[in-house]
């Protein structure tokens, strides 16, 4: 037994065992309600600069398969279970990936939802270092995460009319899924400006999910802006919030945030109640100048809205762990691409 803690910023010590790689983590404590997928949450890029923890009681009961990745490898920081299958804390070890079993996580998730999101530490150290560790993490709220997320080199695959999404860190089941409805999908790094966009003669772009607070990605913001009105948009997730500022509307941090494959949404145009997959930790403002489709049925939060040549959801529809319920949303992107024109810059 490699005796391990978890110590949170403000104070709280859980004590756990080492199943991963030696050393040290930090980043912002979150959970995750999930009870399959690990391999797609621990790899999604929106868990960049967060240490995940899952709220199920026994992680990796089948094993591990590649296939499953939605990037090239793990993209939180560390990983916390309460039990953990030995195939996956190992595959957990040999990715250098900081994890711990052995922790009360019921009692570490009703942390996080009584007091909010916290900065934590964890590793084999002493529990002082980590505390002064988990002070020393910069909070994600406000700050540029400082890593290249996403492709670096555009991309590729499938057939037919072309959408371009621009990668602000995509699940790889996005473009999957979207190749999968008969497009063939461009895939661009996360820092092409509008024109490098519309060369790539799209029917239309979606922004994609990623890791972060949105309000700093001001180069994506002011990119979809000049999008505006020239082809039609789609967003998800951190897209759905990039559009959203864009538009002039504002994000806001929310207590705990949404994480799992268990969330009730509801289409405010059908009334029909979707199930859907989520992750995401900040929220759009609903300042009545769009049209909402689709809240929240946990805390009535903004989970979508359309206008004139755009249209969002703030959850996961490529259900890359999850149900089907949203599918449909990318039946519209493809619909739209079909009988949308070409862009071509003149």
């Not at 983590?25 to 923890?53: K, N, W």
């Not at 899924?177 to 509008?194: I, K, M, Q, T, Y």
């Not at 762990?321 to 519209?332: N, S, Y």
């Amino acid at each position: 037994m490699r005796s391990a803690h978890l110590v949170l910023e403000n104070g709280t010590v859980f004590a756990g065992s080492a199943v991963g790689a030696q050393g040290v983590a930090a980043g912002e404590a979150c959970f995750t309600t999930a009870m399959a997928g690990y391999e797609e949450a621990a790899s999604d890029p929106s868990y960049m600069a967060q240490v995940l923890a899952f709220s199920y009681p026994l992680v990796g009961n089948y094993g591990v398969d590649a296939g499953r990745l939605e990037s090239d490898g793990v993209c939180a920081e560390a990983i916390v279970m309460r039990r953990a299958r030995p195939a996956w804390a190992h595959w957990l070890a040999v990715q250098g990936v900081v994890a711990l079993e052995d922790v009360d996580t019921r009692a570490l998730v009703r942390t996080i939802r009584d007091g909010g999101v916290f900065r934590c530490a964890l590793g084999e150290a002493p529990v002082e270092e980590l505390y002064a560790r988990a002070l020393a993490e910069p909070p994600i709220d406000g700050r540029p995460l400082g890593r290249p997320v996403g492709t670096q080199q555009p991309y590729r695959l499938g057939a037919g009319p072309r959408i371009t999404i621009l990668d602000l860190g995509t699940k790889r089941s996005i473009p999957a899924r979207l190749a999968a409805c008969g497009l063939e999908v461009v895939v661009v790094p996360g820092d092409w400006d509008a024109d490098a966009i519309l060369e790539t003669g799209p029917r239309a772009v979606l922004v994609s999910n990623g890791p972060g607070d949105p309000a700093v990605l001001e180069g994506p913001i002011e990119t979809v802006r000049d999008l505006l009105g020239h082809v039609p948009l789609f967003g998800i997730c951190l897209g759905h919030q990039i559009l959203a500022l864009a538009l002039g509307l504002e994000t806001f941090k929310l207590p705990f945030g949404h994480r799992g494959a268990n969330h009730p949404v509801r289409d405010l145009r059908s009334g029909r109640v979707l199930v859907t997959v989520q992750n995401h930790g900040f929220a759009v403002a609903d300042n009545g100048e769009v049209q909402v489709t689709f809240v929240s049925l946990n805390d009535g939060t903004v989970e979508g809205f359309v206008g004139d040549g755009f249209a969002t959801v703030q959850f996961h529809p490529e259900a890359a762990p999850g149900p089907l319920d949203a599918l449909p949303f990318f039946e519209l992107i493809a619909g739209t691409c079909r009988s949308a024109r070409t862009f071509a810059l003149s």
